[in-house]
């Protein structure tokens, strides 16, 4: 069970993330994902440092044990790694949080794919009830197709004789005398790629760049019954780059609030206030739903309803993922 409020030795991350120190699994997530895509350097090239600190939050948080080690010590202890665990309190890469967090696995294992393009788009409650489409225009990097990604006409590419066609030179860089260092860099003459293509024989359409930017328009079909925070993924859309496989474009849904109705898992939960008569001599009560039917709500005469009474409707709750046909409940929460 979450620690309560007065138990937690310090609130610093609870505070970064904007949750407060009893918050479920699913409000931290919510709260980072938000977080993340709005400070990701991407987005905002200048926030490097909160969108570090907002990952060391998420990662201690996010981990049961360590959440544990954090409330019991603070950031002293995880620093310190406790005792045995935590492992030494070193942090992960923002990065990689960020890449596990909307599914493009670690770094380490997609060196040979490029980047994953995250996107956020505002849904309804209505939305995700009935269904819906939403286009959405991005701008990406495409192969060239005129000089399939060579950068020139074909075998007009030479080989750099800086480097050799490796990319990188190698330095020597003396530290004391007689004590010398080698350094690797990419290559100043052909910067990293390897070979040179003359002016005369650069691709008009791209310049030599081997990559263009172009507009793309991708249909986003959002279905009956998906959930706050549930990702979309379009395999292989995101930028393209010759000999590397293209990284993904993930949409990530937004649910905003809604007026009347909560969604909690499968179940609509919406509360109705009655007059002290209605609660005693019974009601007829019109629920507008999602789809625009038109539900009654009725109590018979006799049938006393006390403030904090509930009422479950069957099946007229959020309809269930890839099985619309089946719902959830409405729950009516009544005060008098």
Same mark, same amino acid.
């Given at each position: 069970l979450p620690l309560k409020t007065n138990m937690v030795k310090e609130t610093g991350f609870y505070d970064t /993330?904007?949750?407060?120190? @009893?918050?479920?699994?699913?409000? $931290?997530?919510?709260?980072y994902r938000k977080l993340a895509l709005k400070y990701h350097p991407d987005k905002n090239p200048t926030e490097g440092e909160k969108f570090k600190q907002i990952s060391q939050a998420y990662e201690v948080l996010s981990d049961a044990k360590k959440r544990e080690l954090y409330d019991r010590g603070g950031e002293k202890a995880i620093k310190e790694g406790g005792t045995g665990g935590g492992g030494g309190g070193s942090f992960a890469s923002p990065m990689d949080i960020f890449d596990l967090f909307f599914g493009g696995g670690?770094?380490?294992?997609?060196?040979?794919?490029?980047?994953?393009?995250?996107?956020?788009?505002?849904?309804? /409650?209505?939305?995700?009830? @009935?269904?819906?489409?939403?286009? $959405?225009?991005l701008q990406k990097n495409t192969i060239c197709e005129?000089?399939?990604?060579?950068?020139?006409?074909?075998g007009a590419a030479q080989m750099c004789m800086t480097c050799h066609g490796t990319g990188m030179q190698v330095r020597m860089h003396q530290l004391i005398p007689g004590m010398v260092q080698q350094v690797s860099t990419v290559c100043h003459t052909c910067q990293g790629?390897?070979?040179r293509i003359s002016h005369k024989d650069r691709c008009k359409a791209c310049g030599g760049r081997k990559i263009l930017r172009q507009k793309k328009i991708l249909e986003v079909h959002v279905d009956k019954g998906m959930r706050d925070g549930q990702k979309i993924v379009f395999h292989g859309e995101g930028d393209q780059e010759p000999g590397i496989e293209p990284g993904d474009i993930i949409i990530v849904l937004?649910?905003?609030?809604?007026?009347?109705?909560?969604?909690?898992g499968e179940d609509l939960v919406m509360s109705m206030e009655l007059q002290l008569v209605e609660a005693l001599c019974g009601f007829k009560k019109p629920v507008q739903t999602l789809d625009n039917?038109?539900?009654?709500?009725?109590?018979?005469?006799?049938?006393?309803?006390?403030?904090?009474?509930?009422?479950?409707?069957?099946?007229?709750?959020?309809?269930?993922?890839?099985?619309?046909f089946e719902k959830g409940r409405l729950i009516i929460h009544f005060s008098v």
């Amino acid at each position: 069970l979450p620690l309560k409020t007065n138990m937690v030795k310090e609130t610093g991350f609870y505070d970064t /993330l904007g949750v407060k120190p @009893n918050a479920t699994p699913d409000e $931290l997530k919510r709260a980072y994902r938000k977080l993340a895509l709005k400070y990701h350097p991407d987005k905002n090239p200048t926030e490097g440092e909160k969108f570090k600190q907002i990952s060391q939050a998420y990662e201690v948080l996010s981990d049961a044990k360590k959440r544990e080690l954090y409330d019991r010590g603070g950031e002293k202890a995880i620093k310190e790694g406790g005792t045995g665990g935590g492992g030494g309190g070193s942090f992960a890469s923002p990065m990689d949080i960020f890449d596990l967090f909307f599914g493009g696995g670690s770094r380490m294992h997609r060196e040979r794919k490029g980047k994953n393009i995250v996107h956020q788009i505002s849904v309804t /409650l209505e939305d995700l009830y @009935n269904g819906a489409t939403r286009k $959405l225009a991005l701008q990406k990097n495409t192969i060239c197709e005129r000089c399939e990604g060579r950068g020139s006409r074909k075998g007009a590419a030479q080989m750099c004789m800086t480097c050799h066609g490796t990319g990188m030179q190698v330095r020597m860089h003396q530290l004391i005398p007689g004590m010398v260092q080698q350094v690797s860099t990419v290559c100043h003459t052909c910067q990293g790629q390897g070979q040179r293509i003359s002016h005369k024989d650069r691709c008009k359409a791209c310049g030599g760049r081997k990559i263009l930017r172009q507009k793309k328009i991708l249909e986003v079909h959002v279905d009956k019954g998906m959930r706050d925070g549930q990702k979309i993924v379009f395999h292989g859309e995101g930028d393209q780059e010759p000999g590397i496989e293209p990284g993904d474009i993930i949409i990530v849904l937004d649910q905003r609030e809604h007026p009347h109705f909560t969604r909690r898992g499968e179940d609509l939960v919406m509360s109705m206030e009655l007059q002290l008569v209605e609660a005693l001599c019974g009601f007829k009560k019109p629920v507008q739903t999602l789809d625009n039917r038109t539900l009654l709500i009725t109590s018979h005469p006799g049938e006393l309803i006390k403030p904090g009474d509930t009422k479950c409707v069957l099946n007229e709750g959020m309809p269930m993922h890839r099985r619309p046909f089946e719902k959830g409940r409405l729950i009516i929460h009544f005060s008098v």
